[in-house]
């Protein structure tokens, strides 16, 4: 047992006044005449014996009452797992997760309303000099500063449901940063949340051994849900009028079937598709809904799940652009490439700008999905660094080598980017001998493939030496020799060809493939924004290059929210830093000043979908310094806390038997007679 206020100990000493009193006892005899001197012996000593009996159990009132009234003062108390020294100043940290998941239902309300409640009852267990800083899951500036008790209580009222989702190592780091920062006074922490097995990712969490953390885990029940994770486009660049098909991706977050799930698809406010889907239990399916009639500029789409009780998750947001044209721009040496023009001319769609290698404006090369270098004798190591950027940021690259390639530069050109580059001139008729119907580019080319297909005759090629990345072949020759292929690098594809397009290297330029070929790499080259962001995990986001100043800068807007974002430029591109400024999913235009540049969809993290919560025997395998993994019931938390910081305080109990030694004294006094006489006469 310890004191909270051992001093008051020296009054122990007061135990001696009642024994003093007792000793010297001045009370005055009464005479008393009796006929009988026996009678009176025997009365005196019943009255005697009576009377030091009394006098000893007074006493002894006198002396507890007294010891448990001094001890009730020194503040006695059973040490906790968290003792601390009671009469220094504590520093305290408390986590109220207020995720999407914290919206479910308890028989008290959300765990929402619960998690605050819970909190304010752990400051009510502290001293009114101690410090509490509150921390949710936005990390806002404003919670890194520590607080009063009442300034405490008046921020978690305002506490709302957020879109973030934090793991448990951001959570418990984020408290040490500002607990670190009061190293004399004594510190803990508590996290109030639910715990989702989405917090953890099974390893277990580093933390500062010297403040005690303790998990208060509120009771919810798992509960069936179905979300979309994610929908991408089966078309890069998309056409007016032609026909699209969206890939949509379910999860089944419970443990039982999903059955008849009701899914519909809008675009720009109109439904376009509607479905109904079965899936197993943990378990993705993707399905495909198509649709058309799509007009030029931004589509905004959505699609909408009927999935309850949970409904945060119900919808799913994304944007794309639907372009009249498609810009391609051609490289050359110097002369036009006749052919290259009669491709792109044939269809009204693409609109093909020619400039030679030595006149290009690197600025714009992101604003074109798809450039062709033809007939370029000696690439520029300018061009050459602006191309592979241009490449690793998404773009996509045909490259034809000119009759009179300077194949060193062509390899120092073509191997940083992962691609097959010419290596010798091989001279000699032979013909391609043929083509990866796999590929994506031949999908839907070819009704019905013939037996023996009418495929191009070459009369010489360059030897491409593919040792630096493995490519995709379009088109073959004898012995597998590659004739056409394609190769990733970054995030875009070069298209490297072993001819240049002239009728003196072979008949491709004139031959039935070659248009439909330049079309579908034209079309599978989207160079567009993502479909969609991620509210918290997305913070920079790439659009072409916009430039902008003081009095034309470039918001968000959604209705009447409107955001500026941190604008940095890079080359050939612009970066937006939204940071945490973004709390609401839904679709978002970008604007420099009345113009609308582009319309960017966010939607929420599904991390919070997954409704399964942590046990009380994996929260002590992740977090092993925990000092308490609390599940509390009905009650209040502050004698909990208070027993578990402060320990068994005892001071109450000596009060009351204080108390009752007072009373008994009392009872003794008023109650207990010695006077009576008995005198027994013999017969």
């Known amino acids: 047992m310890h004191f909270s206020s051992p001093f008051f100990l020296f009054a122990l000493l007061s135990l001696a006044i009642p024994v003093i009193i007792h000793l010297f006892n001045f009370r005055r005899y009464q005479k008393v005449y009796f006929s009988n001197v026996q009678f009176l012996k025997e009365i005196q000593e019943q009255q005697a014996s009576r009377r030091n009996l009394k006098e000893r159990l007074i006493l002894a009132s006198r002396l507890l009452a007294l010891a448990f009234l001094v001890l009730a003062f020194a503040r006695p108390f059973i040490p906790g797992k968290n003792a601390v020294n009671a009469g220094k100043q504590q520093v305290v940290s408390i986590f109220v997760d207020n995720s999407y998941s914290m919206e479910t239902l308890n028989k008290e309300g959300t765990l929402l309303d619960e998690a605050k409640r819970r909190a304010k009852e752990i400051t009510s267990a502290y001293n009114v000099n101690d410090r509490f800083q509150l921390l949710t899951q936005d990390f806002e500036g404003k919670h890194q500063r520590l607080l009063s008790r009442d300034e405490f209580n008046d921020a978690v009222d305002a506490v709302k449901i957020s879109p973030q989702s934090r793991d448990l190592q951001q959570i418990i780091s984020r408290q040490q940063s500002l607990l670190n920062t009061e190293r004399s006074a004594i510190r803990s922490a508590y996290l109030v949340s639910d715990f989702q097995k989405n917090m953890s990712d099974g390893k277990a969490v580093k933390s500062d051994s010297s403040i005690h953390f303790n998990l208060i885990q509120l009771k919810a029940s798992e509960l069936p849900n179905v979300a979309v994770d994610s929908v991408w486009l089966l078309t890069a660049v998309h056409r007016p009028g032609e026909s699209e098909k969206l890939v949509v991706k379910l999860h089944n977050y419970a443990g039982e079937k999903a059955e008849k799930i009701p899914l519909k698809l809008l675009i720009n406010g109109s439904q376009k598709a509607l479905g109904s889907f079965t899936i197993n239990p943990r378990s993705v399916q993707n399905d495909t809904l198509a649709f058309s009639g799509l007009q030029t500029g931004w589509q905004r789409g959505e699609i909408q799940l009927q999935d309850n009780p949970v409904t945060f998750d119900n919808q799913f947001y994304f944007t794309f652009n639907v372009k009249q044209l498609m810009p391609v721009l051609l490289i050359d040496g110097g002369n036009a490439n006749p052919f290259l023009k009669a491709v792109f001319d044939t269809d009204p769609f693409f609109a093909a700008k020619r400039t030679t290698d030595g006149n290009v404006d690197y600025a714009a090369l992101n604003t074109y999905p798809l450039i062709v270098l033809s007939d370029v004798k000696t690439v520029s190591t300018g061009l050459a660094q602006q191309l592979k950027t241009y490449v690793a940021k998404g773009g996509t690259l045909i490259i034809f080598p000119a009759a009179d390639a300077d194949l060193a530069n062509y390899k120092a050109f073509l191997q940083p980017m992962n691609a097959a580059y010419p290596e010798k001139l091989i001279t000699g008729d032979t013909k391609v001998a043929a083509i990866n119907l796999q590929n994506p580019v031949f999908k839907n080319i070819f009704e019905a493939y013939p037996q023996n297909p009418d495929l191009p005759a070459v009369k010489k090629y360059f030897q491409l030496n593919s040792a630096a990345g493995k490519g995709e072949n379009l088109m073959e020759l004898p012995a597998k020799e590659t004739f056409w292929a394609g190769y990733h690098s970054g995030r875009g594809k070069v298209y490297v060809s072993a001819v240049p397009l002239s009728d003196d290297f072979s008949n491709l330029p004139r031959h039935a493939l070659l248009v439909p070929v330049m079309f579908r790499i034209?079309?599978?080259?989207?160079?567009?924004?993502?479909?969609?962001?991620?509210?918290?995990?997305?913070?920079?986001?790439?659009?072409?290059?916009?430039?902008?100043?003081?009095?034309?800068?470039?918001?968000?807007?959604?209705?009447?929210?409107?955001?500026?974002?941190?604008?940095?430029?890079?080359?050939?591109?612009?970066?937006?830093?939204?940071?945490?400024?973004?709390?609401?999913?839904?679709?978002y235009e970008l604007k420099k000043q009345d113009s609308t540049l582009s319309v960017l969809a966010f939607n929420d993290n599904r991390k919070e979908s997954d409704m399964s919560y942590l046990t009380g025997t994996d929260m002590k395998q992740i977090f092993p310094q925990a000092g308490t993994v609390l599940q509390p019931g009905p009650g209040s938390l502050k004698s909990e806390v208070s027993e578990l910081n402060f320990g068994l305080q005892l001071w109450k109990l000596c009060i009351i038997l204080a108390l009752i030694f007072l009373a008994s004294e009392i009872l003794l006094i008023r109650y207990y007679k010695t006077d009576k006489q008995q005198i027994s006469v013999p017969a």
């Not at 160079?527 to 995990?537: E, I, R, S």
């Not at 997305?538 to 100043?549: A, C, G, L």
Request: aromatic letters at 4%; zero cysteines.
């Open 522 to 587: 034209a079309l599978l080259s989207g160079h567009d924004q993502p479909l969609f962001y991620t509210l918290g995990q997305d913070e920079s986001i790439e659009v072409p290059p916009v430039q902008s100043n003081e009095k034309q800068v470039l918001k968000l807007v959604k209705g009447n929210l409107g955001i500026i974002p941190d604008v940095r430029q890079q080359d050939g591109s612009t970066l937006l830093y939204v940071s945490d400024q973004l709390q609401e999913s839904g679709d």
